[in-house]
């Protein structure tokens, strides 16, 4: 049994987690609302994602080098603190530009609240039996948030307001704070200096890349402008790692990368998320423009796929240990691999949701919950102490990183596919379908990716013990 203490801080972490995985899909279900208050375009709206889920996943590095240097539990009240006045302000946006720029600097805040709670979770539960069960639950709200942010953002733009899903924020966040004084241990600053030309060059790189992207959906790959931000954000990246090779305190120590299980669990989740992530943004944009479902409705028709992900919650323990995270995650791959490969034939054909795509999205909540946990657990597998903070960051890197560029490259997938921007909803379903095929994919390369790292090397136990 898990010491009381224990038990408090978890459920500060897990509410500190689905707080910022929310807010990366909260919106989904509201854009429509969104676009007419604010008189934005198709175009735009995507960055109402972006630019939280960019600033998110760019500065989370820095984030968690922030808190082993001045101690995790402050940067924890300085984030959380940070998002709830973020969240107040984008709630209130009078314009689009500072609907954009509140939405970053929350990702900004997360970035700094969710390496710090994930490293306490980290160094807390080291018990096999405890850590195994801290890891289910907080796979399972990471998880599962998607998919609740859709529900709740379509209960408040249909009966409410899309304001209220920021301002909701508030109250949470103060009573966080509240939770996090009383609970929360202090953690010691140490001495160290802050890697930021690694952190500027990352920021640029991923934002390049996703500005590329959507720049070749709406201008074609030939644009000038497409190609320089491609370009230069491969160039940013390039010099990121050739930084974080030189400096000697790197936000990524490159050294946690000289695991292969570690390396597996980092690519793995960030190729997932590509996919995954994709199908909470085209699944109820088909639901509501091809089968005229309202916001609730398209939010409410992710519920047996939010169902079986917490389920997966409760049997995950025994499955691990009975089969060992290896093939765990490979089987819960393939039944996500299979289920978003049907999805793309049923959402071309514009069948109705019922029975087909319910019980579709059932088995890939299933799937999907089979597959958050071992990656998180493959991440931070035999990571020294004064790289926790950098390990946590990095798995949450790879989950917003991959959610961010896999949208990009599949929204460009979805405007080369549709015929016009006043597409009927026979067109509409066909470029879906092309984007969901397209989610297919990048999970077919997560599974590859996990399959090689995983893959035994001739003549090592370690290697073997690995897949067990």
């Known amino acids: 049994m898990m010491h009381t203490s224990k038990w408090n801080l978890l459920a500060i972490i897990i509410v500190c987690q689905l707080l910022v995985v929310l807010d990366a899909s909260i919106m989904v279900t509201s854009m429509p609302q969104i676009g007419r208050s604010l008189h934005m375009s198709t175009t735009a709206l995507t960055w109402v994602q972006n630019s939280y889920i960019l600033a998110f996943g760019g500065f989370l590095l820095l984030g968690a080098r922030a808190g082993d240097l001045l101690g995790r539990r402050s940067i924890l009240l300085a984030g959380i603190g940070l998002f709830a006045l973020a969240s107040m302000l984008a709630g209130l946006a009078p314009t689009a530009a500072f609907l954009l720029v509140s939405r970053a600097v929350q990702g900004f805040a997360a970035a700094f609240t969710t390496p710090a709670a994930l490293a306490f979770l980290s160094v807390s539960f080291t018990e096999i039996k405890e850590r195994s069960k801290a890891l289910a639950i907080y796979s399972a709200v990471s998880a599962a948030g998607g998919s609740i942010g859709l529900l709740l953002g379509g209960i408040f733009t249909d009966f409410i307001s899309w304001r209220l899903g920021m301002f909701i924020n508030v109250p949470i966040g103060l009573t966080l704070l509240f939770m996090v004084g009383r609970h ?33 959906s709406d201008n074609g790959w030939s644009n000038a402008i497409t190609l320089a931000a491609l370009a230069g954000g491969a160039l940013s990246i390039a010099v990121f790692v050739n930084i974080e090779a030189r400096v000697p305190e790197p936000i990524i120590p490159l050294r946690l990368f000289a695991s292969r299980q570690r390396t597996g669990g980092y690519l793995g989740r960030f190729l997932f998320l590509c996919g995954n992530f994709s199908l909470f943004f085209f699944i109820p944009q088909f639901l509501q423009n091809v089968l005229d479902f309202s916001s609730l409705e398209a939010g409410l028709a ?38 978003t490969s049907w999805m793309s034939q049923i959402v071309a054909t514009g069948l109705s949701f019922f029975p087909q795509m319910f019980l579709l999205l059932t088995v890939m909540g299933i799937g999907a919950g089979m597959v958050f946990q071992p990656f998180t657990a493959m991440g931070l597998t035999d990571v020294e102490p004064r790289d926790t903070g950098a390990a946590s960051g990095l798995v949450n890197v790879a989950h917003q990183n991959g959610s961010s560029l896999g949208l990009a490259v599949l929204i460009a997938v979805f405007n080369m596919a549709i015929a016009d921007d006043q597409a009927d909803k026979q067109q509409f379903a066909h470029a879906a379908s092309h984007s969901i095929a397209g989610s297919a994919v990048f999970l077919i390369a997560s599974l590859i990716a996990v399959l090689i790292c995983l893959a035994p090397k001739a003549g090592s136990a370690r290697a073997r013990s690995e897949m067990q």
Not at 198 to 214: N, Q, R
Not at 305 to 334: D, E, H, S
């Open 184 to 216: 929360v241990p202090r953690t010691a600053a140490r001495a160290g200096s802050f890697d930021l030309w690694g952190a500027v060059t990352s920021v640029i790189g991923m934002t390049s890349l996703i500005y590329g992207f959507v720049q070749a």
């Open 302 to 339: 992710f519920l047996p796929f939010t169902a079986a992900q917490f389920g997966m919650m409760y049997v995950m323990p025994g499955l691990l240990r009975r089969f060992g995270n290896g093939k765990v995650l490979i089987a819960g791959l393939i039944i996500a691999i299979i289920c």
